[in-house]
């Protein structure tokens, strides 16, 4: 692996820095005071900036209409925007909506690109992923119970889904549901493309998650399929598909989740040190001479170093050898690097006292919502087991 930064991604580094600094971080009370959907109209001037970037949707390839960056590239982007909490949404490289594009370029037809991927990538709609059950347990999504059957030429779609993240105000879901049930169980489900006009697809109303309801983008939605109905065209990818194309969503996607966390942890760690220098516990003497608070300081540099570099190797894997043969990296960044966000921004409001906890700096959002990390793209048991797994297998023992 080469660590000398190329001159391409120390001018992305540059120019996303000096945008969330100029552009992005002086609206963050707004957001604070206000939420995220009274900041729509002040976020809509703030993309077409981020389009005369030239790195509006850095994540897809030029053609797509994307910056082409490549994913090592495109990870040093996530970790700059990932210091603010709108910085990804207003570079429209935003979770879901950054996992759709993919999969649509990947496997949608022609058509589909027309209709859902075309307008997703110019940011004129967003969309959202619907997978997760409340009456199943996400961790073992093989199980699930909305079903999607034929019936004159189209899919009739019945189920129920929460967690649904930025389904308010999107403008067609991605389901997963059950095609194919007489299949082994990783052939049973199948992703469809569904328009939230769709009648029968309903809104049951944003979770409360943390306190906090959100609205638009943030926000998780529960979803109640009633019989929609979407013509057979709607398939995206191949019937039984659905799981194939989920892995390959979920391999970059934790890259970018986690080079986003590693920008929420260098933000909490200079929040942390200016308020060190800063903050006088008494005449001349800074809360930063304490030791209790150097360590902080010093782990927390420490494990967001670590965690950068291995997330920047299951990158260079991925790149290098395709992300099934990076199974082991990306499980093992997944959990490290939540836990490393976790124990930095806990620090970061600590050593802010009771200004951590107020919502003047972005710490108590990310300590609220951040929590979710070791929860979704799969739960840290999970990565963690398989990991284990395949370790143990090189000593001969088989789990599961
Ligand atoms: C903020 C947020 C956003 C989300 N966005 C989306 C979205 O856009 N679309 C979508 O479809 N879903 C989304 N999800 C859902 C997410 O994918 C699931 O929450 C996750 O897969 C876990 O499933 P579950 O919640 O049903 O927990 P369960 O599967 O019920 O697991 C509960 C707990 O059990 C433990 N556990 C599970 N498996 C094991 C194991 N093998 N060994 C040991 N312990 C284990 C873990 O600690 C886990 O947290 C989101 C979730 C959150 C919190």
């Not at 930064?5 to 820095?17: D, G, K, L, M, Q």
């Not at 703030?46 to 005369?52: G, I, L, S, V």
């Not at 328009?195 to 979770?207: A, D, Q, R």
Request: proline share 6%; charged share 20%; glycine share 10%.
């Amino acid at each position: 692996m080469d660590f000398s930064e190329s001159p391409r991604v120390a001018t992305i580094v540059r120019t996303v820095r000096e945008f969330v600094k100029e552009e992005l971080l002086p609206i963050e009370p707004q957001l604070a005071r206000q939420g995220f959907p009274a900041l729509l109209p002040v976020l809509r001037e703030k993309r077409e900036r981020a389009r005369q970037t030239g790195l509006w949707a850095g994540h897809l390839p030029e053609e797509h209409g994307g910056a082409g960056l490549s994913l090592t590239e495109f990870a040093h982007m996530s970790e700059e925007l990932g210091r603010t909490p709108i910085g990804h949404y207003v570079f429209n490289c935003q979770a879901p909506d950054v996992g759709n594009m993919e999969i649509l370029i990947e496997h949608g037809t022609p058509e589909q690109k027309a209709q859902f991927l075309g307008p997703l990538v110019r940011g004129e709609v967003r969309s959202c992923f619907t997978m997760t059950e409340p009456e199943f347990a996400g961790s073992n999504p093989v199980w699930m119970g909305t079903t999607a059957r034929k019936d004159a030429g189209d899919w009739v779609i019945r189920g129920h889904k929460w967690f649904s993240s930025g389904m308010d105000g999107s403008a067609f879901a991605i389901c997963m549901a059950v095609t194919n049930p007489d299949a082994e169980p990783h052939a049973r489900a199948s992703m469809i493309l569904v328009p939230t006009s769709t009648p029968g697809f309903e809104l049951v109303g944003n979770l409360s998650v943390m306190g906090h309801r959100g609205g638009d983008w943030a926000s998780h939605a529960e979803v109640s399929y009633q019989d929609a109905r979407v013509p057979l065209g709607n398939l995206l990818g191949g019937e039984g598909m659905g799981f194939v194309v989920a892995q390959q969503r979920l391999g970059p996607g934790r890259i970018h989740h986690c080079m986003r966390w590693i920008g929420i942890c260098e933000r909490a760690l200079d929040l942390m040190c200016r308020h060190a220098a800063t903050r006088l516990l008494a005449p001349g003497k800074p809360l930063g001479t304490k030791q209790i608070v150097q360590q902080w300081i010093a782990e927390s540099r420490a494990e967001i170093h670590a965690a950068r570099l291995m997330v920047l190797h299951a990158a260079w894997t991925i790149e290098q050898k395709g992300p099934v043969e990076a199974r082991e990296e990306i499980s093992l960044i997944k959990f490290t690097v939540a836990r490393t966000l976790q124990r930095v921004v806990d620090r970061a409001i600590q050593a802010l006292g009771g200004l951590g906890m107020t919502d003047d700096t972005p710490l108590a959002f990310w300590y609220a919502h951040e929590r979710a990390a070791r929860i979704y793209d799969g739960a840290d048991e999970v990565h963690i087991e398989a990991v284990a797994r395949r370790i143990l297998r090189r000593y001969g023992i088989q789990i599961g």
